[in-house]
């Protein structure tokens, strides 16, 4: 069995991980059992979830609208209010059974809820097993800014079970792929070189490498878990990617044609931006830029974007997590797997970028 063990979040993988999950419901005991799921993971993740498991009572499902749009606040109030009418105490457990939303939103819910209740993620998507669920970072929106509202606490367990993975779409597959791809470029070429090629058809292939790239998380979160330092490196094409995200989910703008992004859709952008600008401020070789660019395209269909667009971008840039003083700080690189962080970048150096981006 693929284990990582931590006194708070140890992550389980291949089929042996249910063994662990119920061992750690024996050991707990809790109350009440509630698992959370959307729409999308009660109907194709539920019932094998309740096969592989034990439970003396079956646990009580809470159901929320599946997609970023319901990462907020009602639908917090709405699973607070559930659990307080269901007789949940500060010995009930909350089982978060989804994609990134669930896990971000349910781990959030259950740190809050009577001054905090114990959790265990269950990722169900490709993007929750290798990011979301792994690093005790749990949070809502507000609005279409991404993440404004959250703690940092750990589950007790991550199990990760790439069954869950036959129920995607292709597209959500890619998007958890942007992840894996970034952890290649922050972290060693190695990797970067070998999650170029990665099909989730080769079933042996693919745990392996979803596997290392939950290695290469834990190993930066581990050594920084309150992002002091190391751990900013985890969003890498993130800030410029959490606010073309931001830009695509705000349906009140103007241009009304625009289709809302997935997350690693928006970070894909986002890496290529970011690796344009690491070429021009940190000599990031250009052979490497347009080689990256190119695997990415790949991957991932390009998005137009007018000057009105991209000005709105750098304006929603201000909400960035990691700004401090109104100054906002990107992670950038010198060369793969070399980073810098606290990077400073003018304006008209991320409209140079986006023009890079469209005349790839």
């Excluded at 931590?6 to 024996?26: C, T």
């Excluded at 330092?229 to 044609?257: P, Q």
């Excluded at 990031?284 to 991957?299: M, N, Q, Y």
Aim: hydrophobic fraction near 40%; charge should be negative; charged fraction near 25%.
């Amino acid at each position: 069995m693929k284990e990582i063990k931590k006194n708070e979040g140890s992550v389980y993988g291949d089929e042996n991980a249910w063994n662990a999950f119920i061992n750690q419901i024996n050991d707990l005991n809790p109350t009440k059992t509630f698992v959370l799921t959307d729409e999308n993971t009660k109907q194709h993740c539920l019932p094998y979830f309740l096969s592989k498991t034990q439970f003396d009572k079956q646990p009580e499902v809470l159901t929320i609208s599946a997609g970023e749009v319901h990462k907020n606040i009602a639908t917090c109030v709405t699973l607070w209010n559930k659990l307080s009418e269901r007789g949940a105490d500060r010995n009930s457990l909350l089982i978060n059974l989804g994609g990134g939303v669930v896990t971000d939103l349910g781990g959030f819910v259950a740190c809050t809820f009577k001054r905090g209740i114990p959790f265990i993620n269950i990722p169900t998507s490709l993007l929750a097993m290798v990011d979301a669920s792994v690093g005790g970072k749990n949070g809502v929106d507000l609005g279409s800014l991404k993440n404004q509202v959250g703690v940092i606490k750990n589950p007790i367990q991550v199990i990760l079970d790439t069954e869950f993975l036959k129920t995607l779409p292709k597209p959500h597959i890619a998007s958890g792929l942007a992840e894996m791809l970034k952890h290649g470029l922050i972290y060693s070429e190695e990797y970067w070189n070998s999650i170029q090629h990665f099909d989730v058809t080769d079933k042996i292939k693919a745990k392996d490498l979803i596997w290392e790239s939950v290695l290469i998380k834990n190993k930066v979160v581990t050594e920084d878990p309150f992002e002091k330092s190391r751990r900013k490196t985890l969003n890498y094409g993130h800030t410029l990617g959490h606010a073309i995200e931001s830009y695509f989910m705000d349906v009140s703008a103007k241009d009304s044609s625009k289709k809302e992004l997935l997350h690693g859709e928006a970070i894909a952008i986002g890496m290529i931006l970011a690796n344009y600008i690491s070429h021009r401020l940190c000599s990031f070789p250009k052979e490497k830029l347009d080689e990256i660019s190119t695997v990415i395209l790949a991957k991932f269909e390009k998005v137009v974007f007018s000057d009105e667009a991209i000005e709105e971008i750098i304006n929603l840039l201000i909400f960035d997590k990691k700004n401090s003083g109104g100054v906002i700080y990107f992670v950038l690189l010198n060369d793969i797997g070399n980073y810098k962080i606290n990077c400073t970048v003018p304006n008209d150096v991320i409209r140079d970028a986006f023009n890079y981006y469209e005349k790839i």
